[in-house]
């Protein structure tokens, strides 16, 4: 197959064979011996999955109380077992980690953990004796609930290890600690389970048109709010990550397997991936590490006849992913990817091709990950430890964040970065950093003399250079431009004040009790979720379209576009009395400071009572869903509506709009998706009666052909270059896609769009190719690209080009409605929290936009 796996190239046609008889053989119930070792006895005070769920592993997809059932029996019946529930889902669901090991080492795991941990810290990690130490191996399975194949084998994988018996399983859990995940994404994996099993007949259909084999939107790889958790190990926005991280840091293990599945007509793929898409913060030791492992899988799959393959498709560039995570903290993460059944039976170019076959894979690779861990035990230790000794050495010497106009941000950083055990230390004293001020208090200091200084490059650096030009996932993520928080890279030594030890939520106050009104700024993240209380609670508010000053407890201060009013003249119908309590408790939840004004007469500026303080609509959002609409995309906007800003958001999908009556709805979301099918002249009569609709990414194909937008999209050029061999073609396309990059774009903090923004520019993630004319009237385009606009990842000079001065957000009048058009998009994974205010901007101002350009009519 490859020279790295000299020995299996002379069984391809044999394993081809097995193949077929074995997915043949597997397509009613298969015995235990089709999954288990038989050269051991089993304990039989451990029930078999059979035993316990009454049905074979394979059968029937487990669903999640079931397998929780049977992790807590085996943790009852077994002394080499102990189950911790490390989290719960938004669903409420169970995370389970079962740690398994010889009753010897589980009476005496605290120690084992502390002694583990301590090969992590260099001043420690010299005087351990690895010859005696117990390796510890993190086995995770199905973070894409749709994939499930590997939570079905990692039942197996529980009993086998609780259940066997004899001197080779004694001696590998005396030698070894087992940590095993079984469902990382227990709500997306109860999706897809329960659709599966609803749609599976008796004589099992293998048709690819099968309904079974066909799960309805948004599927099962997705968790709650149809999120990625395969995308959330470095930010960790979501409580599977939160957990599972927090584990993850209390062992630092050695190994972590990842196992996953991939379209049906393939076989089965381990890492190594293809070596150039390598990160190169990764050692090149760790690939030579995956390769000796990948010989004990190629090992166990050649007895059973599987075929696979290595090197080809995947990646380890994005630290964010569970296979390449612990890459860049000296563990080895392996990447597994099995032909999927889908259902429990599917044809595929392979044959017939068994959810029990599957399953099996997945078995055998946990067994050979085992006996690899077992058999590269001292290496695997040794080679963490000197991971971790290694010094930083690049020039930049630490890095400063902190300051700009949201502390909440600055707040969230560093959560992020404590939760992966990197020391984040005050600045001593106030620095001018790069024309950048940083003040004590409010700004801090990461090091890079530090153990973890490969994931601190890996979280901050901007890096526009690569080996190859395909990545499997996005080429960049610095956290400051995530979060639109001003930082330095400090190539000089630098005073470290005091070392963090907690990080409390930067609470809001209430400045000065008023009888006239109060006001606040729009800076905070969390200000539209205390603008969407007040308006809940019957307050009507108003948006400060020019800048004043105010007349505050203590004298007077400047305030700037976008700032809120909530004064009594406007609230004569609502509690005014007891508004200052509220403000109070607002202020606490959501970092917000509320400001008593004394009179609307101002100093300078706009007075309170001036008509350009404009009347700021309650928002009453409506998102369109369905087939066809980018899950992901979706599932961003809800969960930043419904768990940040606590707006209701209601979710309709695009055939069902077509026949809802759309008036009590003033704020209609399209997200990544086609909308062919929405009904073109129904949303044109909305959004003409004074609807504000908001457009992003490739939503704006739609919006732009159906003239409610006057932006013009570019036409790509032709490729006229010299003719190119047919091999290269796959990688040349992929080439000129934006596969997720960031780009600087200049921003107007003066238009609604750019409300609450500090600077004038802003880092914005882009991963399409969706460019925009530039358009004839510049005061509705708030965002334009500069024209060097890349900051960090991977873009031709091709795509470049089309993207430089042109427009990202452009908002225009259609009739009495807006058209708020977005080509990237803001609220990208939760943790592009420097943008998602645009989007808010956009639902809570986008009707105060006055007019300019319009679009097809006014």
């Not at 948004?218 to 709650?224: E, F, I, M, S, V």
């Not at 429990?344 to 068994?354: D, R």
């Not at 190539?491 to 009888?515: E, H, Q, R, W």
């Not at 774009?745 to 003066?750: G, L, Q």
Request: contains cysteine; proline residues 6%.
């Amino acid at each position: 197959m490859k020279n790295h796996l000299p020995k299996i190239t002379h069984r391809k046609r044999f394993a081809a064979f097995l193949f077929l008889l074995l997915a043949h053989f597997s397509f009613g119930q298969v015995p235990n011996s089709y999954y288990l070792p038989q050269n051991v006895s089993y304990d039989p005070k451990i029930p078999t999955p059979q035993q316990y769920l009454g049905y074979q592993v394979g059968d029937w997809h487990i669903q999640h109380d079931a397998l929780v059932g049977y992790f807590k029996k085996i943790a009852e019946l077994s002394n080499r077992v102990q189950l911790t529930e490390y989290g719960r889902t938004y669903e409420n669901r169970p995370l389970l980690l079962m740690t398994v090991s010889s009753p010897k080492n589980l009476s005496n795991i605290d120690k084992i953990k502390a002694d583990h941990h301590a090969l992590v810290e260099p001043e420690k990690s010299a005087s351990l004796d690895t010859k005696n130490m117990p390796i510890v191996v993190w086995m995770g399975y199905s973070v894409h609930g749709n994939e499930a194949s590997g939570t079905n084998a990692s039942v197996l994988a529980a009993y086998y290890l609780a259940a066997a018996q004899g001197a080779e399983i004694d001696s590998l859990l005396n030698e070894t600690v087992i940590l095993i995940d079984p469902r990382i994404n227990p709500d997306g994996g109860e999706r897809f389970s329960s659709w599966v099993n609803a749609n599976k007949s008796q004589n099992l259909v293998s048709d690819p048109n099968s309904r079974e084999l066909n799960e309805m939107w948004p599927g099962g790889r997705y968790n709650h709010y149809w999120f990625d958790l395969n995308r959330d190990w470095l930010y960790t926005q979501h409580p599977e990550s939160k957990g599972r991280i927090q584990k993850y840091h209390e062992w630092k293990p050695n190994i972590l397997t990842d196992h996953h599945e991939m379209g049906p007509n393939s076989s089965f793929f381990f890492q190594p991936g293809i070596p150039a898409r390598t990160h190169p913060l990764t050692p090149k030791k760790n690939i030579d590490l995956t390769e000796k492992i990948g010989k004990f899988h190629a090992e166990a799959l050649d007895k059973i006849g599987s075929l696979y393959f290595t090197k080809e498709g995947y990646d380890d560039f994005y630290y964010g992913k569970g296979s390449t995570f612990p890459d860049v903290q000296g563990c080895i993460g392996i990447l597994f990817e099995q032909a999927s059944s889908r259902g429990h039976l599917q044809e595929t170019q392979n044959g017939n091709m068994s959810f029990a076959f599957t399953v099996r894979n997945q078995f055998t690779t946990t067994l050979s990950t085992l006996k690899s861990a077992r058999n590269l035990r001292q290496e695997l230790l040794d080679y963490q430890r000197s991971f971790y000794q290694e010094k930083n050495a690049s020039p930049v010497q630490s890095y400063v964040f902190g300051g700009g106009n949201d502390p909440v941000k600055v707040w969230e950083m560093t959560r992020i970065l404590r939760q992966h055990e990197i020391d984040v230390y005050e600045v001593a004293k106030d620095e001018t950093l790069d024309g950048k001020s940083f003040k004590k208090g409010t700004s801090f200091v990461v090091p890079l003399n530090q153990p973890q200084y490969r994931l601190i490059q890996g979280i901050f650096e901007k890096r526009t250079t690569f080996e190859d030009s395909l990545f499997y996932d996005i080429s960049a993520w610095s956290m400051p431009h995530c979060f639109n928080v001003p930082y330095s890279e400090v190539k000089m030594p630098l005073t470290l004040g005091t070392k963090l030890t907690a990080n409390d939520f930067p609470k809001g106050k209430v400045i000065g009790k008023s009888a006239y009104g109060y006001v606040f700024e729009w800076n905070s993240y969390f200000a539209p979720r205390a603008a969407y209380e007040l308006q809940k609670k019957g307050y009507k508010l108003k948006v400060a379209t020019e800048p004043f000053t105010g007349v505050i407890e203590g004298g007077t201060k400047e305030f700037s576009y976008g700032t809120i009013e909530i004064t009594a003249g406007s609230n004569q119908q609502a509690n005014f009395e007891s508004l200052n309590t509220l403000l109070q408790t607002l202020a606490e939840r959501d970092g917000v400071n509320f400001y008593g004004v004394k009179t609307g007469l101002t100093p300078t500026g706009i007075d309170l009572g001036s008509s350009y303080f404009a009347p700021i609509r309650q928002p009453k959002a409506l998102m369109l869903t369905g087939y066809n609409v980018n899950p992901n995309d979706a599932g961003e906007t809800w969960h930043l509506l419904d768990t940040r800003v606590n707006l209701p958001l209601t979710m309709a999908d695009i055939t069902q709009t077509n026949r809802m009556n759309l008036e009590k709805y003033n704020t209609l979301i399209l997200s990544s998706g086609d909308y062919s099918a929405l009904e073109e002249e129904k949303i044109k009569t909305w959004v003409r009666n004074g609807g504000v609709l908001i457009a992003m990414t490739d939503a704006v194909n739609w919006v732009v052909a159906k003239g409610l937008s006057p932006v013009k999209i570019k036409a790509i050029p032709a490729d006229t270059s010299a003719p190119k061999p047919y091999a290269l073609a796959e990688r040349y396309k992929g080439a000129q896609q934006i596969g997720g990059a960031i780009f600087q774009v200049k921003i107007d903090p003066t238009h609604p769009i750019g409300y609450g923004f500090k600077e004038n520019t802003l880092s914005v993630f882009r991963d399409n190719t969706i460019f925009l004319e530039k358009i004839k009237d510049p005061y509705n385009a708030p965002l334009i690209y500069t024209n060097e606009p890349l900051v960090s990842g991977y873009v031709t000079e091709r795509n470049k080009k089309l993207l430089k001065n042109t427009p990202s957000v452009v908002a225009t009048s259609f009739g009495a409605g807006k058209v708020i058009v977005m080509t990237d998009n803001p609220n990208f994974r939760a943790f592009w929290y420097g943008t998602n205010k645009l989007f808010l901007n956009a639902m809570f101002f986008g009707s105060t936009i006055l007019s300019g350009v319009r679009g097809g009519e006014d």
